[in-house]
């Protein structure tokens, strides 16, 4: 865990009844893009979901909080805690699970998981950064990239957060570029490579397609509706022909307007895959 970055944490957490613990989570993800856990409290049947960001900066998010959840008539209760208690409460609930078909993602303190044969094991330890494998927009991404990725083509994975979708292509055999504008994430994904025993041909803090990559045969792109349609042509023109897109993070809410963005670009939508309100489609350059 990374020491001195905030001496106290804020804690929101939502009590909601276990059919919809799957929805709460990923609405408190998306309001604080932060790690959720879930915990049944002993002799009561609703669960307990949380999500911990450092305390400076919290009423900002405390904001957007109360934003997305208050229209849906969903309540977050906010606590102060000391990073020890952030700490044993992350290792408490991040623990080895299957992301993708014959892909499991692992903590990096768990070292005594072994995957079912046949399968592979991606180590992670995300840190702060945004990016642990256990959202649904990066599971759709993870499925999606593992269909298209080949060894030794050129794959940039762009909003890297702790660098999951560059990993498993690494694995894979393919030649990775990541970048993101955080600088937790960049050094999340470095040391993240260096755990699995891959190496990154770049791992840059940088916005949009860095001038420095070179054309893909694929760019995964797991960020917000509104970047994606930004970065539409930039993504476009940093495809090599027949080169594939994987977009993921955004809702079917958003899905129209970004076909629309990349259509314009030039990228002709091949796949999609859904989950409860969230969607990921492969792109590919004509």
């Not at 299957?98 to 094991?121: D, L, M, Q």
């Not at 702060?128 to 050129?154: E, I, N, W």
């Not at 993504?235 to 990349?262: D, H, T, Y």
Request: charged share 20%; hydrophobic share 45%.
């Amino acid at each position: 865990m990374r020491r001195g970055v905030a001496a106290r944490w804020r804690c929101f957490q939502v009590r909601t009844a276990p059919g919809d613990v799957e929805r709460a989570a990923a609405l408190l993800h998306a309001a604080t893009g932060a790690l959720t856990s879930a915990e049944a409290k002993p002799g009561n049947h609703d669960i307990i979901v949380s999500a911990y960001v450092p305390a400076r900066g919290a009423a900002q998010i405390a904001r957007r909080v109360s934003e997305i959840l208050e229209p849906l008539r969903m309540r977050a209760e906010q606590s102060d805690v000391a990073e020890e208690e952030w700490e044993r409460a992350w290792k408490r609930f991040y623990r080895p699970f299957k992301i993708a078909t014959k892909t499991y993602v692992a903590p990096n303190w768990e070292r005594g998981f072994r995957p079912p044969p046949g399968s592979n094991v991606l180590w992670l330890d995300p840190g702060m950064a945004f990016g642990t494998g256990l959202h649904d927009s990066t599971r759709l991404a993870m499925a999606l990239l593992l269909q298209h990725v080949r060894p030794k083509r050129v794959v940039l994975d762009l909003g890297c957060g702790s660098g999951i979708l560059g990993l498993a292509a690494a694995q894979c055999g393919a030649t990775v570029y990541s970048s993101d504008t955080d600088p937790i994430a960049v050094q999340a994904t470095k040391r993240n490579f260096e755990v699995n025993g891959l190496r990154a041909a770049a791992i840059l803090r940088a916005r949009g397609t860095p001038a420095s990559f070179p054309e893909a045969h694929l760019i995964a792109a797991n960020i917000t509706a509104a970047v994606l349609m930004r970065l539409a042509k930039p993504f476009a023109r940093k495809l090599r022909a027949r080169g594939i897109l994987v977009a993921s993070g955004f809702s079917q809410r958003s899905a129209g307007s970004l076909n629309e963005a990349f259509e314009h670009a030039g990228l002709r939508r091949v796949e999609s895959l859904a989950s409860g309100p969230w969607r990921a489609y492969a792109y590919r350059k004509a």
